[in-house]
């Protein structure tokens, strides 16, 4: 593939290897503060201009794209430098609506008109869009569940606007994100991609009816210490850990809980320090 090369750089800078290091303020900033300002990409700064300039540009291009391909309309949030290109991040919006991001490469100082991803990352976004719906009653568990976390210890979940302008999963709510892979579920990615919607008999025929292994199902809770600068608390995750494990009715996956520091850092949108608890086990695994 022409742009293979291109887009693993990208892709291993999105997976939290990017960001500049010289900074004279502090890389840092309370989960409640931040929106996606800073955001950056390694290698970016040579287009980071250019990515402003051209913004209208890139919006007309990834519209299109997504138009013609997915007959998705979408909402281009954020537009960045990145190594001999520029990544968009797009909410699709409709029934089906995910997070996802692509790369639109640059030679001689000009957009190529060509929109690119890493494989299998958008289709995964849209299955798991399709997921949710498919399991909609349980995310209302699950959404229940993280409300109530927040109000009786003190976290908080990031903002939709750091969502928007940084993250590219398939779902991510404020206080969980869902991903998994369209292999999985070919069958209803095919149909969505035929149809452009999926009806509610499809989604339990090819769903939930459907026997797959859970584990290719990633769940991950994620609460943030509201006191600002606070580090994670090993104690607290215990206790939302144990009252995890007591509530039923969430939807199937393979679940991990983070209790995050109140920091992130403003380049990669990355917690400063987190605490990590796996459902599976009852080892709780700090990481500084």
């Known amino acids: 593939m022409k742009y293979a090369f291109l887009i693993m750089s990208i892709v291993l800078v999105l997976a939290g290897c990017g960001g ?77 609506n995910y997070h996802t991001y692509v790369i639109l490469p640059i030679v001689s100082d000009q957009l190529t008109g060509k929109v690119v991803g890493e494989e299998g990352e958008l289709e995964g976004a849209i299955v798991t869009s399709l997921y949710g719906q498919a399991y909609q009653k349980e995310f209302q568990v699950l959404d229940t ?54 009806t509610s008999k499809e989604l339990d025929r090819y769903i939930r009816h459907k026997k797959v292994d859970k584990k290719y199902v990633s769940i991950t809770l994620g609460f943030y210490m509201k006191q600002r600068h606070a580090a994670p608390d090993a104690n607290m995750l215990k206790k939302i850990y144990k009252e995890f494990k007591q509530k039923k009715g969430f939807p199937p996956g393979n679940y991990t809980i983070f209790l995050n520091s109140n920091e992130i850092q403003k380049a990669t949108a990355i917690e400063k320090s987190y605490e990590s608890s796996n459902p599976l086990s009852e080892d709780v695994m700090v990481i500084q």
């Not at 290091?21 to 980071?48: A, C, M, R």
Request: aromatic share 12%; charged share 25%.
């Open 20 to 96: 500049k290091s010289e900074q004279t303020e502090s890389p840092y900033i309370p989960v409640q503060d931040y929106t996606g300002q800073g955001y950056e990409l390694h290698n970016g700064e040579k287009y980071v201009e250019f990515a402003k300039e051209h913004r209208a540009e890139v919006e007309k291009l990834v519209k299109a794209h997504f138009r013609n391909k997915y007959k998705s309309d979408v909402t281009v949030h954020n537009v960045v430098g990145a190594q001999d290109a520029v990544v968009a991040q797009v909410e699709a919006i409709g029934s089906v």
């Open 145 to 198: 569940f993280c409300k109530e976390v927040s109000n009786k210890y003190p976290v908080i979940g990031i903002s939709q606007a750091a969502i928007d302008n940084t993250k590219s999963f398939g779902i991510y709510k404020p206080f969980y994100r869902v991903s998994l892979l369209d292999m999985y579920y070919p069958e209803i990615f095919k149909l969505y991609r035929t149809h452009s919607k999926v």
